[in-house]
């Protein structure tokens, strides 16, 4: 497998760029990314997806080909195939290192929903010593860890990692993928801020798999201990349930889905 040599590809970006009067945040801004992604673009610790190349090479003037190739071609210049070779060759590494960075990221989460629904294992065995467990009362108990579960296993290994391209071109706020759909009124949604609310949805799924059945249980002590009817309990956990479950989700896109917007 060839590669596109990085410290070349990256110093030819920079000089672009400079060439253009533009700082690295305003490259960023146009492409839809973080100005720590261009950072390591120019730094040679990565390299841009390959679904940013054609707008890389328009933005500043040149072929995909002097891209790759970090360098100035003559019009008259033709490139031999030993030269076009690595280029083809390092447009294919480029779709291996996006699919490789995508596996480590689905792992990594993987085990950090493996430790969460460890700790809520964990949290049940406690819990039954003192809530009925397996009762009407306690339906939120289990509600609430098994939408966690439900939406952290699906935006852990199933959710796209990025959004078609039309969502950098257009202010939609909402996301469509298959039976998924999240809308969300005032949240533009494009490929600068959806990794980011990715990852917020994957914390806030770990958080309440892991941190819920203690609030719940604290709650239900305290309302024990005050003595209060059965249908005050039954209220109080179901409205504290339903803010985990649907404040605790949309706030956090709502948020961070503003903020790197």
């Known amino acids: 497998m060839y590669e596109i040599d990085k410290e070349k590809f990256g110093t030819f970006l920079s000089q672009l760029r400079r060439e253009r009067g533009m ?48 360098q100035r071609l003559a019009p008259d210049q033709p490139l031999t ?12 590494e480029l779709r291996v290192e996006e699919r490789e960075q995508r596996r480590e990221s689905r792992r990594l989460w993987g085990k950090r929903m493996g430790l969460a629904l460890l700790a809520f294992a964990v949290e049940m065995r406690i819990a039954a010593r003192f809530v009925p467990i397996f009762s009407d009362e306690a339906v939120m108990l289990w509600l609430v ?29 909402f996301v469509s993928d298959g039976a998924f759909r999240l809308n969300v009124p005032g949240v533009r949604f494009n490929n600068n801020n959806w990794p980011h609310i990715l990852n917020a949805l994957r914390i806030w799924s770990c958080a309440v798999l892991a ?29 504290a349930g339903l803010t985990a479950t649907l404040e605790g989700m949309f706030v956090p896109i709502y948020v961070v889905g503003r903020k790197y917007e």
């Open 23 to 70: 700082t690295q945040r305003e490259l960023a801004e146009a492409l839809y990314v973080s100005d720590k992604a261009v950072s390591k673009w120019e730094r040679a610790l990565s390299l841009p997806d390959i679904a940013l190349l054609r707008p890389l090479a328009e933005l500043f003037g040149v072929t995909v080909t002097e891209l790759l190739s970090g």
């Open 81 to 92: 195939v030993a030269e076009v070779e690595p280029l083809v060759g390092g447009t294919l």
């Open 145 to 173: 860890p098994f939408f966690g579960l439900f939406f952290g296993v699906y935006y852990a290994f199933f959710s796209v990692e990025k959004l078609p391209v039309f969502y950098d071109q257009y202010r939609l706020n």
């Open 211 to 239: 941190g819920w059945v203690p609030v719940y249980l604290a709650l239900w002590l305290a309302l024990e201990w005050l003595e209060a009817p059965w249908m005050v309990v039954h209220i109080v956990t179901l409205l």
